[in-house]
């Protein structure tokens, strides 16, 4: 077997318990470790060259810096600590002053009035621009105005920018 890859038989397969030959379609499961988050990064396939494609992609990747953990937070937490970063002053805008408190409570009543019950659920790696179209759509069905939809999301785009500048 290919180093970094492991065979995963099912439960009933008589090969776990050393009585015989594998009974089963076993999964393949492929790791890498990323040095910098100190985390084993896994994924499981279904054949052993795709696991095997997989591996070699991922080691470059890591290497490059391409490959994030898949345990990016959820837009929810993201949003929550990004206003609370704004209150305590860690957060800047972009000329580097404080956010001022109406714009602080504005992105707050926006995060937690539209888009935490929308897309609060999404990871901050899944979420993609259908899904945010999706909610201009129907925050445009309630009737509001196109400004007030911008204002809406804006701190969505300061939470993406701020991720996009750190990484």
Not at 10 to 17: E, P
Not at 18 to 43: L, M, W
């Amino acid at each position: 077997m290919a180093p970094g890859i492991d065979t995963r038989h099912t439960r009933s397969c008589r090969s776990r318990g050393g009585s015989g030959r594998c009974n089963c379609t076993p999964t393949y499961q492929a790791h890498v470790f990323d040095n910098r988050e100190r985390k084993r990064i896994r994924k499981t396939f279904p054949t052993h060259a795709a696991a095997k494609t997989w591996r070699q992609d991922a080691l470059i990747a890591l290497r490059s810096g391409g490959l994030v953990p898949a345990r990016t937070p959820t837009v929810s937490d993201a949003l929550d600590a990004l206003i609370a970063g704004m209150e305590d002053g860690t957060v800047l805008d972009r000329t580097g002053k404080p956010y001022k408190p109406a714009t602080r409570r504005s992105y707050r009543l926006a995060a937690d009035k539209y888009l935490k019950p929308r897309i609060g659920h999404w990871r901050l790696s899944e979420l993609r621009r259908r899904d945010v179209q999706d909610v201009v759509d129907a925050l445009r069905a309630e009737g509001l105005a196109a400004s007030t939809i911008h204002n809406k999301i804006d701190p969505l785009r300061v939470l993406y920018r701020r991720a996009l500048h750190r990484d």
